[in-house]
């Protein structure tokens, strides 16, 4: 039984579904690992659209939802609201969660930095 149960554990981990579920993160690296969004996306009091949106309580939020920023018709008609569920998958494949997006990243492929992510996310508001 034990090893049945270990054997599922770490199928549970390696799916990603352990960071998405916001059981494992560090805010700090999440702040490191945000620097290649920031080439396109702001943060932090003063933040506003560029060449993507401000992500200022991204989590709760619905898609195409800030103002200040003109989404591809594709996020538009998403419906998606920003879970960190949805954010991990998003982070993981955006083109495969909302095909035609806009968003010029292929994906993080490393389960633990998206949960970095995700750990430094909660706090932007």
Not at 7 to 16: E, M, N, V
Not at 107 to 114: E, L, N, T, V
Request: charged share 20%; net charge positive.
């Amino acid at each position: 039984m034990n090893k049945i149960y270990l054997a599922l554990l770490f199928a549970w981990i390696c799916s990603g579904q352990a960071a998405a579920a916001g059981y494992v993160g560090n805010a700090k690296a999440g702040e490191a690992a945000f620097r290649k969004c920031a080439s396109c996306h702001q943060v932090g009091r003063f933040a506003q659209a560029g060449y993507g949106p401000q992500l200022n309580g991204i989590i709760g939020r619905k898609a195409a939802a800030t103002p200040d920023f003109k989404y591809s018709e594709a996020m538009k008609k998403s419906g998606i609201v920003w879970t960190e569920q949805n954010l991990a998958k998003y982070l993981r494949a955006p083109h495969d969660m909302v095909p035609g997006t806009s968003m010029r990243f292929w994906g993080i492929g490393d389960d633990q930095q998206i949960a970095d992510l995700l750990a430094y996310m909660r706090g932007l508001r």
